[in-house]
């Protein structure tokens, strides 16, 4: 396979999504001292596992540089991977605090922070040629894990595969080939943990079962 390059899988600099390049922009003079920018992918290069999130959160992932770090939706998250065994640490509180991942990877549908969490549809289209170049690129993965529908629907997007043959559902399991499968699970977002639609057992029974499907399950 052609070697892609960087700018295909992550840029930086993209302002392809005016709404959202103009809402970085208020965000920077707002918070000076946040990354504020499209975040880059995070992770081993050589993922077995690959998880695809919504988008960076304000306070989160847009402060930091780094996905699902600083903010509430990370805390399970990293927990979950730590207890695995796919992890050094259980927290992850800035892109400069030493945390490693062990054979996983960890992405966005966008890379831009969305007002109010919320990215359009023309949004995630454009971002998704991102996503594309970046799964193309990820020969060693074998379990995409979609965090939530808006994640799920980016992966089918990226892969030229249709929806009405993979309706999303936490827990959800698909065979997309020979070599790759889709497990599905609620977004370990604030909301939905602290109302209980996806409890700490839930998440980490896909992940786990996401672990043994990659081989890459903790002893």
């Known amino acids: 396979m052609t070697e892609l390059a960087p700018s295909a899988i992550y840029d ?13 922009v208020e965000a920077r003079h707002r918070y000076p001292d946040y990354w504020c920018r499209p975040v ?18 304000l306070h989160g992932a847009n402060r930091s540089g780094r996905p699902f770090t600083g903010d509430f939706a990370g805390i399970l998250l990293y927990e979950t991977l730590f207890e695995l065994g796919l992890s050094n640490q259980r927290e992850a509180r800035a892109a400069t605090d030493g945390l490693v991942l062990r054979g996983v ?17 023309d949004e995630i ?40 043959q993979y309706a999303f559902a936490h827990g959800k399991e698909y065979r997309l080939d020979d070599a ?14 602290q109302t209980r639609r996806l409890t700490a057992a839930m998440f980490k029974q896909v992940l786990g079962r996401a672990c043994e499907l990659a081989g890459a399950r903790a002893p």
């Open 40 to 57: 880059a992918p995070f992770g081993d290069p050589a993922a077995a596992l690959v998880l695809v999130g919504l988008a960076p959160g």
């Open 180 to 193: 790759r499968y889709l497990l599905d699970s609620y977004h370990c977002s604030r909301y939905n943990t």
């Open 125 to 164: 289209r454009r971002c998704n040629g991102y996503l594309a170049a970046e799964l193309a690129s990820l020969t060693s993965a074998r379990v995409l894990v979609a965090l939530g529908r808006i994640a799920h629907d980016a992966i089918l997007s990226a892969l030229g595969l249709k929806r009405t």
């Open 12 to 24: 930086a600099s993209c302002t392809r999504c005016p709404r959202l390049a103009s809402y970085l």
């Open 105 to 121: 990877r960890i992405t966005n549908a966008v890379k831009c922070v969305p007002p109010e969490n919320k990215p359009r549809p």
